[in-house]
């Protein structure tokens, strides 16, 4: 597989050539064109050897996120005999990052920066609690593993953050972490009165060793802008 990145930083696109059989992983709604060699097949997003159990979880994430207008849980496969070319593009305009996965490390990513992955990785999807939810800045997480090239994009550029000890991320600025971290969700400003009063509602609080990827920009508040605007 040969891949490119066009019309970066703000307004990237991912350009793909696969060759004969291999495949390419992409979000629901992300492909802007393809070549008539390849097929696409769409499936729930599970994982590849996901049971009845992890699959009945996702689709309970997916009828959940789907009320509240979050992203699709389903996936489209891009694959055919022959290869092709194949062009993905993230719903909002920012970067989008190649990050190679060795088999040795999870990355952790924001179900809406997922765009694309090829090789044996495997993505699942988990359910970031039913506090972020009842707030309306739930997080749903893809538990991304194995080996290949995974693409992920921002709303915005992308800031490479170390975390050493732990460290504090607004939900609506985050973009992805690697497995090793483990976060939590709490109110900014520290209970009820910091989550109602201080505009900055839920975020992730992070502990341990490891690095996070932070978007510049963040989409619920350009939700609330437009909102305004439209009232």
């Given amino acids: 597989m040969q891949h490119q990145i066009d019309h970066g930083p703000a307004f990237g696109t991912l350009r793909v050539q696969l060759g004969p059989n291999e ?25 590849r050897k996901a049971g009845f159990f992890a699959k009945l979880k996702a689709v309970f994430v997916a009828f959940i996120r789907k009320a509240m207008g979050g992203e699709s849980a389903f996936v489209n496969d891009f694959h055919g005999p022959q290869g092709g070319e194949v062009v993905l593009a993230p719903s909002l305009s ?9 088999g040795q490390k999870t990355l952790f990513v924001q179900a809406g920066s997922y765009l694309a992955s090829t090789g044996d990785i495997d993505t699942k999807v988990r359910f970031g609690g039913l ?4 707030s309306g800045e739930g997080v749903t997480i893809l538990e991304c593993t194995g080996t290949g090239d995974l693409f992920i994009n921002s709303y915005g550029g992308i800031t490479k953050v170390q975390c050493n ?6 939900t609506g600025h985050m973009v992805a972490f690697e497995g090793n971290i483990k976060y939590s969700l709490t109110s ?3 209970g009820l009165k910091g989550l109602m009063m201080s505009g ?5 609080k992070f502990e341990g060793q490891g690095t996070i990827y932070i978007q510049s920009r963040n989409l619920p508040s350009l939700a609330g802008w437009v909102a305004g605007l439209l009232n």
Avoid: C
């Fill in 188 to 190: 900014a400003g520290g």
């Fill in 23 to 47: 495949i390419i992983q992409a979000e629901a709604g992300a492909m802007v064109r393809q070549s008539t060699t390849l097929t696409m097949d769409t499936r729930l997003n599970a994982g």
């Fill in 94 to 102: 920012g970067n989008i990052h190649h990050h190679v996965l060795d």
């Fill in 131 to 134: 506090k972020g939810m009842i």
């Fill in 200 to 204: 900055e509602g839920l975020v992730m």
């Fill in 165 to 170: 000890g732990t460290y504090i991320v607004d």
